[in-house]
């Protein structure tokens, strides 16, 4: 119970060693000094809140932000001393956004306590006291042996001890973790993997150690110990050996494994990281006007109670006989008093500071966010995939972009492989019918003729076949059409049946293209290899993978061949393989592959080393010792890796294409005409990605292209910058294009920032190639901390792309085939490229537009509702007497002035989405926050000004001398004629007031929408109606009846109404003047754009495009009779006389 309540409280110490021991079964060492570790038990906890702490952590992150502590603050003043206002006027709208808040987040939160309890009860099977026991998912302990059959998924992290196959491997699915949809083959190692059965297991001795547990999906080190008759044996376990929670077994009947990692300590729970909250522009321009108003609370209040003082300074105004002092009030402190009363008037003023602003603006960021999942503009039908949030708070950053970072290889590219050229021993080869056919020549041999290759071509070709983690699935027709499992692997299966799944498109190409030409991987069985050459079986046996990583750039496969020998076959990056080449034709192979680059072809190097016997011997202990060492593994694996991979025979390369996305270069232009810098990142040769920037229009051939390649020094690189950017001043050439490789970006990025960053920005394009996911980010960060401070978007499909997509303001997953992991980690995600100008272009554009619109307006309506009380002091000897009635105070910003701005900011459109696609300039016009700058800020705040004043005044002078409205409250002038009372003043204010704010949003509203219609008239309609419900009852549960009657008999005056009339005349005419006057003397590009739109909307093309509602409108503009729609695709226009009229697509 106190472990539990330590964990609870987050007390609970971490682990205290390095390593963890794990006893296979559970089986504890006898012996009496055994300590048991202590582990997390296999709860998933996704969920934020438990029942006990929900109200105190809620309210504790909600009074975090700055307004709701505020309010908090003033309440608690309102309870504390005597203040004009009740204290519901400022309690009752902080519950409200309090609880709609806490409503919302605890239902967020009971969906992850209902997901999280059906995968804990999800039913596991584990071996104990020799037999099989059914429990639940949560229960399973670390050391507990546990049975997954076919199709399931793990329960908690396992190391695999057997499964029904004899040599103890399985295949298993990644896709719920990293996407990848390839089958991946999992090991045990050959002492457990005999244990076949649950007596064999309950018997098993066994130990293993491994590493605490860490985040990285693709690192597991650790060891096993098996005793057998009294004899330890040690084997080394890997990430081919660890079946991560969330992964599924496939092809396999059932496998045992025991359970090293649980719960929250699993790989998979250890990725659910929270990403570092990115805030938005908009969000930090609130935060500074929020301060801004908060500066003139505090200004109202302090002027307020000086001026109070000073005017009580006369003593017939500081105790008129009316009022008469107590004894108490006499001798109190003039410093409480003083603090008093400025308490009293920061209440009576709180409202300036716009509460329900947070909660506006979370609805309509989390609303609005649904418009980009139901944009069918940005539904892939090839892949059934549409636009996917992940997070609502960046909506508006979408139409902020200034710089785009985006990767290559599946984001500008289909990331679809096929294979074209190769090099073997200094020829060029390009695949013919299925046949290699050398350069120069043609393809005559007659048909089903078997090719002539030599041992050279024949060993490239085996080594293409060999070297690789390429898994098949064997597909069974018959078997499918009667709900047989289609990856079943029956031995004997026609060839003809065999698909190939592989990690890597790259290798699937490859592996492809030898079985056409005839060298066919045939599949694995345990650690034999099969491949048929030209119908001939050859069978090698598999001794060790040098598994593949970003700072090697290579993969390699040691076999033992048919005839006995040793031989290693390694692929990679040109760079990363031909300087460790010794013999081969490696100059002509350099050359060949350059030319392979140009051509836009991925390329990659292939070599082998024969080992004598007495060398492999000494590489297989070398990798050995790597490989079972605890501490340091990765850096005793680098040292074995580079001893072997060298002194290699080169036997070729390889030209692989990656076609270019559809409408890539219509994207590029658009984001470029929108004044977006885009930049490729890519880890591509530099020839190659040259090539693909210049097809896909991100360098144009009239560009200036600078480089900065291969330096090797900080002087050279700082020399070789100081000359770009003299080019750069010195050329009269509109653009330049630059390009940067990997090692130069990191001498750039040392010590010489601000020089390369000048030459960048004076580039309209930039190409790094040749880098490093690390690298990537540095480039991002690089330019968001420069000292413009740019907005900056990256965009890519890959898991190298996953650290530039969480360091830039907003990241964009590619639903790729390089997996999830990037679509996991973005911010939002989409199927392809071309729908980033859509994204960027009308949905950023709608977004910015509507929210910057919504925190101008809430601040304008606040000063319009707070100046008249303040203006009111001076009419009432500051006696800190209301304005308005309490109800009234509580409601303005809850109910009569919240719908309409609400409805404006989820479906406002400037201009129509179409016009924005076809004029990407647009976007410029909204850059650089130009809508929340401090100048638009400080127009908003002085019309509020100048609202208020004249709702203020105009009532006063229009209404001052009305003796017909005697209300309660009366108040005598001095020239000693009766006024109305102070509630009519006040409730004629407030009258005009919702009225003007109201329509004054009207007025700012472009594109109006039945909903925006209903809420804007409702909104007028529903304060008349709830105030005559008001003011017509006695409400027996109010301590005063102010208000009984006074809307009726304010209402009931013909002058009352001609003042409201005049008043709201007086207010908005001068903007509609404004509005028309800039609209035909000085019109900004959108406003130019809004009457293009309107003139060509009566197309029947433009028509099509609009949503169904405006194509009516526009069709009854131009007499057609009827519109018919015949599916959700197309729309039939019939013409007046009853002819068929021509069908539009996609409407």
């Known amino acids: 119970m106190l472990r539990w309540i330590r964990q609870q409280l987050g007390f609970d110490p971490p682990h205290q060693s390095e390593t963890r021991t794990v006893y296979v079964a559970n089986r504890f060492p006898q012996h009496g000094h055994y300590i048991p570790q202590r582990f997390a038990d296999n709860r998933i906890i996704s969920s934020k809140y438990t029942i006990w702490n929900f109200v105190p952590k809620n309210l504790f992150e909600q009074f975090r932000r700055i307004a709701n502590f505020y309010f908090l603050i003033i309440f608690l003043v309102q309870l504390m001393i005597d203040t004009p206002t009740s204290p519901v006027t400022s309690g009752l709208p902080l519950f409200f956004v309090i609880t709609v808040t806490a409503i919302k987040q605890g239902y967020e939160d009971w969906l992850r306590h209902k997901a999280d309890n059906e995968v804990n009860g999800a039913p596991v099977f584990v071996v104990r006291s020799g037999s099989l026991v059914q429990t639940r998912s949560k229960n399973i302990r670390v050391g507990d042996i546990v049975r997954v059959a076919k199709d399931e998924t793990f329960p908690a992290d396992l190391v695999l001890l057997s499964s029904d196959r004899a040599d103890g491997t399985c295949h298993i699915t990644t896709a719920s973790l990293d996407g990848e949809t390839n089958l991946k083959t999992h090991y045990s190692v050959a002492e457990t993997s005999v244990c076949q059965s649950v007596s064999q297991l309950e018997a098993l001795q066994a130990v293993v150690e491994c590493q605490q547990p860490e985040a990285d999906l693709y690192r597991f080190v650790g060891r096993v110990t098996v005793t057998q008759h009294g004899e330890e044996i040690v084997r080394p376990l890997g990430p081919e050996n660890l079946l991560l929670r969330g992964a599924r077994l496939k092809n396999t009947k059932e496998i045992f494994g025991v359970a090293v990692y649980t719960g929250m300590e699993s790989k998979m729970a250890l990725n659910y990281k929270c990403k570092s909250q990115k805030r938005s522009a908009v969000e930090k321009s609130m935060n500074t006007f929020l301060l801004i108003y908060l500066g003139i609370l505090l200004s109202e209040a302090v002027l307020s109670t000086i001026l109070k003082y000073a005017w009580q300074a006369e003593d017939k105004w500081d105790e008129p006989f009316y009022n008469q002092k107590t004894d108490q009030e006499r001798n109190s402190s003039p410093i409480l008093k003083f603090i008093s009363d400025f308490l009293a008037f920061l209440v009576l003023y709180n409202f300036i500071i716009p509460i329900s602003l947070y909660v506006t603006v979370e609805m309509q960021k989390f609303l609005g966010s649904f418009f980009i999942g139901w944009d069918l503009d940005l539904y892939h039908e090839e892949s059934d995939q549409k636009a996917q949030v992940n997070t609502s708070d960046l909506n508006e950053e979408l139409g902020q972009v200034e710089y785009v970072f985006t990767d290559k290889t599946g984001t500008l590219t289909e990331n679809e492989m096929q294979f074209r050229e190769c090099s073997i021993s200094g020829t060029k080869y390009r695949e013919v019918n299925g046949k290699l056919v050398p350069e120069g020549m043609t393809d005559d041999s007659p048909d089903g003729s078997t090719p002539h290759l030599v041992g050279e071509e024949l060993l490239f070709l085996k080594a293409v076949s060999l070297c690789h983690t390429v898994q098949i699935s064997y597909d069974q027709p018959d078997c499918l059409v009667g709900g047989g499992d289609p990856f079943s692997h029956v031995n004997g299966f026609s060839s003809n049946h065999m698909e190939y799944y592989a990690s890597s498109p790259d290798e699937k190409a490859l592996v492809e293209a030898a079985k056409r030409i005839g060298v066919a991987f045939t599949g694995t069985s345990g650690d034999t290899m099969e491949i048929k050459t030209f119908g001939k079986t050859e069978k090698y046996k598999l001794l060790h993978v040098l598994e593949f990583d970003a700072d090697r750039r290579r993969m ?52 082998c080393r024969h080992f004598s016997p007495e060398e492999y011997i000494d590489v297989d202990r070398r990798l050995n010792a790597a490989r079972t060492a605890l501490q340091q593994r990765e850096e005793r694996l680098q040292e074995a890796f580079s001893y072997i991979e060298r002194d290699l025979q080169l036997l070729g390369a390889t030209g692989v294409e990656d076609k270019l996305q559809d409408k890539v270069q219509e994207t590029i232009e658009a984001l470029r005409l929108a004044g977006i810098k885009v930049w490729v990142l890519t880890g591509d040769k530099h020839e190659t990605a040259v090539s693909v920037s210049l097809s896909c229009g991100h360098f144009h051939r009239t560009m200036n292209i600078l480089e900065l390649l291969q330096q090797r020094s900080d002087n050279e690189c700082a020399e070789q910058l100081r000359r770009l950017a003299r080019r750069i001043k010195e050329d009269h050439v509109i653009q330049h294009g ?56 990256a965009i890519g499909d890959g898991a190298n792309d996953v650290s530039m997509i969480q360091e830039a303001h907003v990241g964009i997953g590619i639903m790729g085939k390089e997996g999830r992991q990037a679509v996991r980690n973005s911010d939002y995600a989409i199927a392809r490229f071309k729908f980033l100008a859509k994204l960027l272009l009308v949905h950023g554009h709608f977004y910015y537009i509507r929210i910057a619109t919504l925190v101008q307006y809430f601040f304008y309506k606040n000063v319009c509702f707070i100046t008249p009380q303040f203006l009111y002091q001076f009419f009432c000897l500051f006696s800190q007497q209301t304005l308005y009635d309490s109800v009234y105070l509580t409601l303005y910003n809850i109910c009569f002035t919240s719908l309409p701005i609400l409805v404006y900011s989820l479906f406002e459109q400037l201009v129509h989405p179409h016009v924005l696609q076809s004029k990407p300039g647009l976007y410029r016009d909204i850059s650089k926050n130009a809508m929340l700058s401090f100048r638009t800020f400080l127009y908003w705040t002085l019309l509020g000004f100048c609202h208020a004043f004249v709702f203020f005044f105009g009532s006063y002078i229009l209404m001052g001398e009305d003796t017909t409205l005697m209300g309660n409250g009366q108040i005598l002038r001095a020239n000693r004629q009766l006024m109305f009372g102070n509630w009519t003043f006040g409730t004629l204010v407030f009258t005009v007031m919702v009225i003007t704010v109201t329509l004054k949003l009207a007025l700012e509203t472009h594109f109006w929408t039945w909903m925006n219609h209903f809420v804007t008239w409702g909104s007028i309609a529903f304060y008349f109606i709830f105030s005559l419900f008001y003011g017509g009852i006695i409400w027996p549960f109010l301590h005063t009846q102010d208000m009984y009657f006074v809307f009726v008999q304010l209402l009931s005056s013909g002058s009352a109404w001609f003042a409201i009339i005049i008043i709201v005349i007086t207010c908005l005419f001068p903007d509609v003047v404004k509005k028309v006057f800039y609209r035909h003397l000085h019109p900004t590009s959108t406003q130019k754009s809004q009457m293009y739109s309107n003139r060509v909307a009566i197309g029947d093309d433009f028509i099509a495009l609009q949503p169904l509602s405006r194509a009516k409108s526009q069709l009854g503009k131009i007499r057609w009779k009827r519109v018919r729609v015949q599916s959700a695709q197309n729309m039939t226009l019939l013409k007046p006389n009853g002819a068929q009229g021509r069908t539009i697509g996609t409407c």
């Open 556 to 607: 390699s496969v040691i076999l033992q061949t048919p005839s006995g020998g040793q031989v290693l076959f390694t692929k990679g990056a040109e760079s990363a393989i031909l300087p460790f080449t010794t013999s081969g034709e490696i100059e002509k192979t350099r050359l060949h592959v350059d030319e392979f680059a140009l051509k836009g072809l991925r390329t990659l190097v292939v070599a």
């Open 738 to 793: 630059l390009v940067v490789d990997g090692a130069s970006l990191s001498l750039a990025l040392r010590e010489h920032e601000k020089l390369f960053m000048e030459v960048c920005k004076n580039c309209s394009a930039v190409l790094c190639c040749r880098m490093a996911p690390l690298q990537k980010a540095k480039v991002v960060r690089l330019l968001k901390t420069s000292p413009e401070k740019p907005i900056t978007l």
